[in-house]
């Protein structure tokens, strides 16, 4: 065994290459006659081509007493043209292996395919006759709105959906669109019709005003005259983009039961409006938040999962809602879980002295640095696929923010210290100037909740 040892070959063991610098892709801009704002992004091997259109279809453009029409109007995109009926565009969506799927929200509405880039020719041709010449057929439209009007009663019954629902109506003045569900109520949606689709699509779908995201393997591709026949054939009348109107918000500390008697577990939602990412806050803020609730490894979760046993799992988090160059754009800042209803009091008490702990002691340098790793070193696999990119570069057009901002942010993080990720935090989550929801049973939270002086406590019907 000794001999036959001594006369293997052993080959040195493979040595760790040198780190290839990583950074969030930068696309390429341009515009094509009809005014329609092209960003494209080359990226080899990424053979699923991604697409998102941006319409300048905010939510507060919606006609009064039709909420929702945005969303019926996103979903008839796909339900035929005048090219093909609602059964004959699925049915070519299906050859061409690719799907479309679109959304309305305060920004606008955004419409999302992917398809082979093999295929990508076709894709890009029924995606430019959804835009150009949707049918909106009065009886795809009545079907879309017996299907919304189906799913509102779901959403109600969730506990966390009537939560958000509460919480903005909480939040936001009553004239304000952001206070109402973004997909209208049933009062609303009921009275939207074909005629009511066609005339939001006309008068606020167009080219000029619209921009088109493109990632995936270009090679071989001509863009350039795919979108030119496809795209470009989208026709309208020039426009200039919508004026951003100021948002206010109440966040006086208080808390709202919405009562759900005999619920064996309470939803919790805890928030107030912030900062957009034009706010120079902002990196410091996605950081400090992390590290208060972003993963299991966080404050919140230690103490009210780990140590206390009251959830599965709370967690902090930034999302905008709308964003604007002018400063007037908006963010929600949040705490959302959910604990067994006999510990609703108890564990609404530990968050709270999570939040003074913060607040008087400080982030460690610690969970800073876990943050920074777990938000900037795993940035790579985030964005392996088209899609992942496609949307984050959509997100910043809708944002009104520079090509570059996913990339410098990532930066941004990197270089943040511990002591200003500390202070974003807590100006987020200041302890007497939050909004509580709680989805619950009122018969049995609301003294104990009522004792720890979190702010008035009113309790209203679940619906």
């Given at each position: 065994m000794t001999e036959q040892l001594a006369t293997m070959d052993f080959h040195p063991q493979p040595q760790a290459g040198e780190a290839k610098p990583w950074a969030f892709p930068a696309p390429e801009r341009a515009a094509l006659d009809n005014g329609l704002t092209v960003l494209r992004c080359h990226r080899p091997g990424q053979q699923v081509v991604a697409v998102e259109v941006?319409?300048?279809a905010p939510l507060d453009a919606e006609p009064a007493g039709l909420d929702g029409v945005a969303t019926i109007m996103a979903r008839a995109f796909s339900e035929g043209t005048d090219q093909h009926s609602a059964e004959e565009f699925a049915a070519e969506l299906e050859r061409a292996g690719a799907t479309?799927?679109?959304?309305?929200?305060?920004?606008?509405?955004?419409?999302?395919?992917?398809?082979?880039?093999?295929?990508?020719?076709?894709?890009?041709?029924?995606?430019?006759?959804?835009?150009?010449?949707?049918?909106?057929?009065?009886?795809?439209?009545e079907r879309l709105v017996r299907n919304r009007l189906d799913e509102i009663p779901h959403e109600l019954a969730n506990p966390a959906r009537r939560a958000a629902k509460e919480l903005s109506k909480e939040l936001f003045p009553a004239t304000a669109r952001m206070s109402r569900p973004r997909q209208g109520t049933e009062e609303t949606v009921e009275k939207i019709d074909a005629v009511a689709v066609r005339a939001f699509y006309d008068r606020h779908v167009r080219p000029a005003t619209a921009t088109a995201v493109v990632v995936g393997d270009l090679t071989g591709i001509d863009?350039?005259?795919?979108?030119?026949?496809?795209?470009?054939?989208?026709?309208?009348?020039?426009?200039?983009?919508?004026?951003?109107p100021a948002v206010t918000a109440d966040d006086t500390g208080r808390v709202v039961i919405v009562d759900r008697p005999g619920a064996v577990q309470t939803q919790l939602l805890i928030g107030r409006v912030g900062a957009d990412r034009h706010d120079r806050v902002w990196p410091a803020q996605v950081l400090g938040t992390y590290c208060l609730g972003g993963t299991l490894t966080s404050r919140l979760d230690r103490v009210l999962r780990e140590e206390k046993g009251y959830t599965y799992g709370v967690r902090a988090f930034g999302q905008v809602l709308r964003s604007g160059p002018e400063g007037n754009g908006v963010s929600m800042l949040a705490i959302s879980g959910s604990v067994d209803t006999p510990n609703t009091g108890p564990a609404l008490d530990d968050l709270w002295k999570v939040l003074r702990t913060l607040a008087a002691e400080g982030l460690t340098d610690a969970e800073r640095d876990v943050a920074v790793q777990n938000l900037v070193g795993v940035a790579p696999l985030k964005?392996?696929?088209?899609?992942?990119?496609?949307?984050?570069?959509?997100d910043q057009v809708e944002q009104h923010l520079p090509d570059d901002f996913q990339a410098?942010?990532?930066?941004?993080?990197?270089?943040?210290?511990?002591?200003?990720?500390?202070?974003a935090v807590v100006n987020a989550f200041p302890v007497d100037r939050l909004v509580t929801v709680l989805v619950g049973d009122a018969a049995q939270i609301k003294a104990p909740v009522e004792a720890l002086g979190l702010g008035e406590v009113t309790v209203v019907a679940a619906e």
């Open positions: 941006l319409l300048d479309l799927d679109a959304h309305a929200d305060h920004p606008g509405v955004r419409l999302s395919l992917e398809v082979p880039a093999s295929r990508l020719a076709k894709g890009l041709g029924l995606l430019a006759d959804a835009l150009r010449a949707p049918a909106f057929a009065e009886s795809e439209v863009l350039d005259a795919l979108l030119g026949d496809t795209l470009g054939a989208w026709t309208g009348t020039p426009g200039e983009p919508r004026p951003v964005y392996e696929t088209a899609a992942a990119v496609a949307g984050t570069l959509a410098t942010l990532y930066r941004q993080l990197a270089a943040t210290g511990t002591v200003e990720a500390t202070a």
